[in-house]
């Protein structure tokens, strides 16, 4: 093991060198010839670490014209902590693993700032285009970027796999805040995952202000894509759990297709649509929507499929919905319904900003028992409320019950990790 310190004349001659279990640790200053972790490859016992200064002064990247600032390819267990990168409007990403014929597999980004990428839509914080799995996308800021995170390519080409993406606050985007392409077929590559998988958005803060695109350019929050039709992936899910949506001011909080767990998220839209569940390249096939706390102008929930398709299996219990109308498309049960202007009836603050917003049911509202998920399919965390609570379905929302002050208040901030 190696532990240097560098700073910005020295670090990328040492970067070109870094094997298993080396750490580069980053002196404060401008660092302005971008970081290339190309053919760099630590070992599941001995990852590689590029870290900055976890507190005071910074290790910041400022853009260059035509690079991308990080440029991942066929690089393997390595940590990117405590960064910030400034796009400076420039048309370029911040960190992007690219090349069609090439991977990145076991990264964890964590505590990385990313500003100043928003000169238009196709500009993106974290990117993929080529197959990567195992990221763990942790504690990162993205302010006003053009795409927050963008995983996989457009046409479906290249999977991201079993991937966490956990506490990270991402703001104020032109287009998503998140999105997660469909999948083709995904092809069989050393040390990718054959058995099933899960890519895990869990704790996250989603919102989008005024700036967001309008009219054909107008984007969700998050949009999740379908796993491969057959073969490997096929049954792959997406869990979604814990996260706080707020405001889109042109389109809904969340779409998806394929196969979703959405549980004990707080979402608020005071514009429009909260959940559609649609196709998009394929199809829903399995659906949960489970003790989420909704407050929507528009829909709450839309299932929609086309005629031609088989029905999706689905299953929407222990919400509460106060949307105008609540759920559409689909029959459900044992949840909380009303329409939007309601919401001040059940709710604590549904109409306050952040930090006041307050999605606690009313004291008034009388626990009773919902129906609890099967124990043949159960999902991570799902016994655990958004607080990180024992839930044990007793009330419907994403909280564990009535009245009681949450642990952290919903706003446009990171949410602080559970103890």
Not at 4 to 25: A, I
Not at 80 to 101: C, F, I, M, S, Y
Not at 197 to 221: C, D, L, M, W, Y
Not at 239 to 252: A, K, R
Request: glycine content about 10%.
């Amino acid at each position: 093991t190696l532990v240097n310190t560098v700073n910005p004349e020295t670090y990328l001659t040492k970067v070109r060198t870094l094997g298993p279990g080396d750490e580069l640790h980053l002196a404060p200053g401008e660092y302005l010839h971008g970081l290339p972790i190309q053919f760099i490859n630590g070992t599941a016992a001995a990852h590689i670490v590029i870290a900055g200064p976890a507190t005071g002064a910074i290790a910041e990247f400022p853009a260059r014209a035509g690079h991308n600032t990080v440029s991942l390819r066929d690089a393997s267990y390595v940590v990117l902590r405590n960064l910030t990168l400034d796009g400076q409007g420039l048309p370029v990403d911040a960190v992007k693993a690219e090349g069609d014929a090439h991977w990145a597999h076991h990264i964890t980004l964590e505590n990385l700032t990313i500003v100043g990428h928003g000169a238009n839509q196709q500009i993106v914080g974290i990117s993929t285009k080529c197959p990567a799995w195992n990221w763990l996308v942790r504690r990162n800021v993205i302010k006003g970027a053009g795409t927050g995170m963008y995983f996989g390519n457009s046409d479906g080409s290249a999977p991201f796999v079993a991937g966490v993406i956990e506490y990270n606050l991402v703001t104020d985007t032109l287009g998503y805040n998140l999105q997660i392409k469909h999948q083709l077929a995904r092809p069989e590559l050393a040390g990718m995952p054959a058995a099933p998988q899960a890519t895990i958005i869990r704790h996250n803060v989603f919102s989008k202000g005024e700036n967001s695109s309008r009219g054909e350019s107008a984007r969700p929050n998050v949009l999740v894509g379908h796993w491969p039709l057959r073969g490997l992936g096929k049954d792959d899910r997406y869990l979604v759990h814990s996260n706080f949506f707020y405001q889109n001011p042109s389109e809904s909080l969340f779409q998806g297709e394929g196969n979703i767990a959405l549980y004990h998220n707080l979402m608020v839209n005071d514009n429009g649509d909260a959940v559609r569940i649609q196709p998009h390249h394929d199809r829903p096939r399995n659906i949960q929507i489970l003790f989420n706390t909704v407050v929507a102008r528009g829909a709450g929930v839309t299932m929609l499929r086309r005629s031609k398709d088989p029905m999706p299996q689905v299953r929407i219990t222990g919400n509460v919905m106060m949307a105008t109308p609540p759920i559409v498309g689909h029959t459900h049960r044992e949840n909380l319904t009303d329409d939007y202007l309601a919401a001040v009836r059940y709710l604590a603050a549904p109409r306050a900003p952040p930090p006041s917003l307050d999605l606690h049911l009313r004291k008034t509202e009388q626990p009773r028992p919902f129906d609890a998920l099967e124990q043949q399919n159960p999902l991570p965390n799902f016994e655990q409320d958004f607080d990180g609570l024992a839930h044990q379905g007793i009330t419907a929302g994403a909280y564990r019950s009535p009245g009681v002050n949450s642990t952290w208040s919903p706003q446009l901030m990171p949410k602080p990790e559970l103890p």
